[in-house]
């Protein structure tokens, strides 16, 4: 049990048959009246933020929120299969599941499965990866005008905007997160 007093950033709970993480507190101690702790938290299951105000006494169920780094398998029709690299069993997990920022994984990439009670919520692929540009339009010869981009498709599909140097056939890394090409990768 937590009671929320001890609220802190990133703190997962219990409330109302949801689970909740503290995406921030603040304790208040008014001149009149009892103090309270103002709370913003968001559902993890639904990615919903909400705020609300607690009894610093008040008592809540701890939920904890399992973290497991798996491995990218191989996908059939909507589900994507992630090999548990302690136990080589393989668990299948709907594309609802996966976040825009996973069309950037390619097969045998390790990712971190979130889960509450065995149930799987979200899957975060690495920050950055290293992928084959595919096809893009070839660099005109004097054509360096500063921060112009053309499309590119990558070997997992996703295409992405890249600078005008980068042709086909080259290796660029990009971040998960923001879908942005950063460099070229080395190696």
């Known amino acids: 049990m937590i009671s929320a007093g001890e609220f802190r950033n990133g703190v997962t709970f219990e409330w109302d048959g949801k689970v909740m993480q503290v995406v921030e507190f603040q304790h208040v101690k008014p001149g009149k009246g009892a103090a309270f702790v103002r709370t913003k938290m968001k559902n993890v299951l639904t990615g919903s933020v909400t705020e609300n105000s607690f009894n610093p006494s008040e008592k809540f169920e701890n939920a904890v929120i399992d973290r497991r780094e798996m491995e990218f398998s191989y996908q059939v029709d909507n589900?994507?299969?992630?090999?548990?690299?302690?136990?080589?069993?393989?668990?299948?997990?709907?594309?609802s599941l996966l976040g825009e920022n996973f069309k950037f994984v390619k097969e045998n990439t390790s990712c971190i499965v979130q889960s509450y009670k065995d149930k799987v919520f979200s899957v975060e692929p690495p920050n950055f990866v290293d992928l084959l540009v595919t096809a893009t339009d070839p660099g005109v010869k004097g054509d360096t005008a500063t921060n112009v981009t053309k499309p590119a498709t990558l070997e997992t599909g996703a295409e992405v905007k890249v600078p005008l140097f980068i042709n086909a056939g080259e290796k660029i890394r990009i971040d998960t997160r923001s879908g942005e090409y950063l460099e070229r990768s080395k190696g």
């Not at 589900?79 to 594309?95: A, G, H, K, N, S």
């Open 79 to 95: 589900l994507y299969y992630f090999m548990d690299l302690e136990t080589y069993e393989l668990e299948p997990i709907d594309v």
